[in-house]
């Protein structure tokens, strides 16, 4: 990987050297079996020069990364066109890259699966984050990731305007029902935590009715996750908890476009939504050769 594609991933806040093994695992794949057969036969001695052009509109994301990939299949000069986070439209050229035929289409597919589906959850999220604009929350994900793409598919939230939750299980505690009936309570789970974990270790509790709102705000909590609870009830949560400082506030639970708003206006401060990540379908893009 070259020094400048680094530079690029570490100010996305991106790992390079697990970024690097992610895309080398995934050209392991089309090349585990040998080179490619076809370009190699029909197109050996050839030079071609290509742009990745968008064929619909939407959030561009995974810029850098498709760079990776063409760095680790290597030949390839490579441009930038246009920057991660920004919106595109058809006949839109985000990346310019000139080479021999077998690296490039050895690259095409590996690359477009990275840009296509991180910029799908990127366009996903900015999508509900344009819905909601102006109630005051804010879109975030959730762990719901594809396993070794949390790191990418958590960028393309950031990319799409949205927060990240946390990135594992050690990075803060989230009390969920299973751990509440472990623990024998809501408030028996809240004390454990704060008994196991480092002072001032950020804590969220799930929280299934007002009942179980009210247990968690006189146990303490500050930061509840509001799961599957109907708008009623989400906006009697809100006003429970507001009669405390410093609450924060998550709606959680098949959250969608055309609900997002409406949760948002309940006077939640965020709305986790699972589907960005496990669910977002790919932005169309495609590897046109261009002349010259």
């Given at each position: 990987?070259?020094?400048?594609?680094?530079?690029?991933?570490?100010?996305?806040?991106?790992?390079?050297?697990?970024?690097?093994?992610?895309?080398?695992?995934?050209?392991?794949?089309?090349?585990?079996?040998?080179?490619?057969?076809?370009?190699?036969?029909?197109?050996?001695?050839?030079?071609?020069?290509?742009?990745?052009?968008?064929?619909?509109?939407?959030?561009?994301?995974?810029?850098?990364?498709?760079?990776?990939?063409?760095?680790?299949?290597?030949?390839?000069?490579?441009?930038?066109?246009?920057?991660?986070?920004?919106?595109?439209?058809?006949?839109?050229?985000?990346?310019?890259?000139?080479?021999?035929?077998?690296?490039?289409?050895?690259?095409?597919?590996?690359?477009l699966n990275f840009l296509t589906h991180?910029?799908?959850?990127?366009?996903?999220?900015?999508?509900?984050?344009?819905?909601?604009?102006?109630?005051?929350?804010?879109?975030?994900?959730?762990?719901?990731?594809?396993?070794?793409?949390?790191?990418?598919?958590?960028?393309?939230?950031?990319?799409?305007?949205?927060?990240?939750?946390?990135?594992?299980?050690?990075?803060?505690?989230?009390?969920?029902?299973?751990?509440?009936?472990?623990?024998?309570?809501?408030?028996?789970?809240?004390?454990?935590?704060?008994?196991?974990?480092?002072?001032?270790?950020?804590?969220?509790?799930?929280?299934?009715?007002?009942?179980?709102?009210?247990?968690?705000?006189?146990?303490?909590?500050?930061?509840?996750?509001?799961?599957?609870?109907?708008?009623?009830?989400?906006?009697a949560a809100v006003a429970e908890a507001?009669?405390?400082?410093?609450v924060r506030l998550e709606a959680s639970?098949?959250?969608?476009?055309?609900?997002?708003?409406?949760?948002?206006?309940?006077?939640?401060?965020?709305?986790?939504?699972?589907?960005?990540?496990?669910?977002?379908?790919?932005?169309?893009?495609?590897?046109?050769?261009?002349?010259?």
């Amino acid at each position: 990987m070259t020094p400048e594609t680094r530079k690029m991933l570490r100010a996305a806040g991106l790992d390079a050297d697990a970024v690097e093994r992610v895309v080398r695992g995934a050209l392991d794949e089309d090349f585990r079996y040998g080179p490619d057969v076809t370009s190699a036969a029909t197109a050996g001695d050839v030079r071609l020069s290509a742009e990745v052009v968008a064929r619909e509109n939407g959030v561009l994301a995974g810029v850098p990364v498709a760079l990776a990939v063409l760095d680790a299949v290597g030949g390839i000069d490579r441009e930038a066109l246009r920057a991660d986070g920004s919106r595109v439209g058809p006949g839109d050229a985000v990346l310019r890259l000139r080479g021999p035929a077998p690296a490039v289409l050895g690259a095409e597919r590996t690359m477009l699966n990275f840009l296509t589906h991180l910029s799908g959850i990127a366009t996903a999220t900015r999508a509900i984050a344009d819905a909601i604009a102006g109630t005051g929350a804010v879109v975030r994900d959730t762990r719901k990731t594809l396993p070794g793409l949390r790191q990418l598919q958590k960028y393309a939230v950031r990319c799409g305007g949205g927060e990240n939750h946390r990135m594992g299980l050690g990075d803060a505690a989230l009390i969920k029902d299973n751990h509440v009936a472990a623990a024998g309570g809501v408030a028996k789970a809240i004390e454990a935590v704060r008994a196991y974990a480092p002072a001032g270790f950020p804590l969220e509790v799930e929280c299934d009715s007002l009942d179980e709102v009210r247990e968690a705000l006189a146990a303490g909590a500050r930061f509840l996750l509001l799961d599957n609870m109907s708008l009623d009830v989400m906006r009697a949560a809100v006003a429970e908890a507001r009669r405390y400082s410093g609450v924060r506030l998550e709606a959680s639970g098949r959250i969608e476009l055309s609900t997002a708003r409406e949760v948002a206006l309940t006077g939640v401060d965020y709305l986790a939504v699972g589907a960005l990540t496990h669910s977002s379908r790919t932005l169309d893009l495609g590897l046109d050769f261009t002349n010259g």
